[in-house]
């Protein structure tokens, strides 16, 4: 039986920039682009462990013809823990991401939390342990 050594997951992108910049924003580096040289088609940032793809939806369409569409609706979300939501929020805001739920408490209070979409349209949720 095969093991599992990383995880990673991939969004497409239509704007690149502008997705590598706002996944910038709440602290994850960058740890690879492709190509080494010229206007990238693929980042990966890195936090906590856990790696994040982007990539043009145009380029891997051309390159290895995925039939990617990119779209507001996905029914998926990037879910980061941080230490506060409210600022991370804000930042996010700066940074180009569109809000969807403004920073609010769980029912149970045990939880403070809040959804934007970046600027591609992937759902974010930022969450922080009360």
């Known amino acids: 039986m095969t093991s599992i050594n990383a995880f990673q997951t991939n969004l497409f992108c239509e704007d690149l920039d502008a997705c590598t910049t706002?996944?910038?924003?709440p602290g994850l580096r960058p740890v690879f682009r492709a190509p080494a040289?010229?206007?990238?088609?693929?980042?990966?940032?890195e936090a906590a462990g856990v790696r994040i793809g982007l990539t043009s939806a145009a380029a891997a369409n051309r390159h290895v013809g995925l039939g990617v569409t990119t779209s507001a609706s996905v029914a998926?979300?990037?879910?980061l823990w941080v230490a506060d939501v409210d600022g991370m929020h804000e930042a996010a805001l700066a940074a180009g991401a569109t809000e969807v739920v403004a920073p609010l408490d769980s029912p149970d209070d045990r939880l403070h939390f809040s959804w934007v979409?970046?600027?591609?349209?992937?759902?974010?949720?930022?969450v922080q342990k009360r």
């Open 37 to 45: 040289e010229g206007p990238p088609e693929h980042v990966e940032v």
């Open 22 to 25: 706002f996944y910038e924003c």
């Open 76 to 79: 998926t979300e990037i879910v």
């Open 117 to 126: 979409r970046d600027p591609d349209g992937h759902r974010v949720k930022f």
